[in-house]
C-alpha cells in the first residue's frame, strides 16, 4: 500500500512540473505555437496519463481492501466470531438467530451476487448466470425459494 501511495506522489508530482513547464513554455513564446509549446503539450498529456493510471491503480487498491474488510466482518458477524468489547464472549448475530456457517454464507453470498447480476442486465430471471458461462449451478439452491419468515429451511426458518 505504501508503493502505491509512493507511485501516486510521483506521478502527481511530475504531472504538475509538466504543467508548469506547458505554462512556462507559452509564456516564453509569448502565447505562440511553437516546437518547445508542442514538446511540453506532449509531456504533460503523458505525465497526465501516467497519473490517471496511478489514480486507476491506488482505486483499485482501496477497493479491494474495501471488499476484504466488509467480508471479513461479514463472515465474523454472520458466523458468530466476532468478540464483544471485553474481547472474550462471541456476539450472537441477533436474538433468536443462530450463526450460519461461513460455507453457508459464501453460497448465500454467491446467490445474492447473481441476482445483483440478473437485476443490472434488466434479466429478471435465471438467464444471465447461464449467459455470463456459469450455467444452473452457479445460483446455489436456484429455484428453492425462501422458506417461513424469507429463511432457507436449513438456517431453521421452519
Known amino acids: 500500500m505504501e508503493a502505491t501511495v509512493d507511485d501516486l ?25 511553437t516546437a ?10 503523458q505525465r497526465w496519463e501516467l497519473f490517471r493510471v496511478a489514480c486507476d491503480h491506488a482505486e483499485e487498491l482501496v477497493e ?16 458468530g466470531s ?8 462471541p456476539l450472537a448475530a441477533a436474538p433468536g438467530i443462530k450463526p450460519i456457517s461461513a460455507v453457508r454464507l459464501e453460497q448465500m453470498s454467491k446467490a445474492v451476487r447473481w ?3 440478473e437485476l443490472q442486465h434488466g434479466a429478471g ?12 449451478a452457479a445460483t446455489p439452491n436456484a429455484g428453492a425459494g425462501p422458506g417461513p419468515g424469507g429463511q432457507h429451511p436449513e438456517e431453521g426458518g421452519q
Not at 36 to 45: M, P, R, V, W, Y
Not at 65 to 79: K, M, N
Not at 125 to 136: N, Q, Y
Open 125 to 136: 430471471g435465471a438467464s444471465a448466470p447461464a449467459a455470463a458461462g456459469g450455467g444452473g
Open 9 to 33: 506522489s510521483a506521478a502527481y508530482d511530475d504531472f504538475v512540473a509538466a504543467a508548469s513547464a506547458v505554462v512556462e513554455a507559452r509564456a516564453q513564446s509569448g502565447g505562440q505555437k
Open 82 to 89: 466476532a468478540s464483544a468489547g471485553s474481547g472474550t464472549a
Open 115 to 117: 441476482l445483483v447480476i
Open 64 to 79: 479491494s481492501i474495501r471488499q476484504r474488510i466488509g467480508s471479513e466482518c461479514l463472515v465474523d458477524e454472520a458466523t
Open 36 to 45: 518547445a509549446t508542442d514538446a511540453a503539450l506532449e509531456a504533460f498529456k
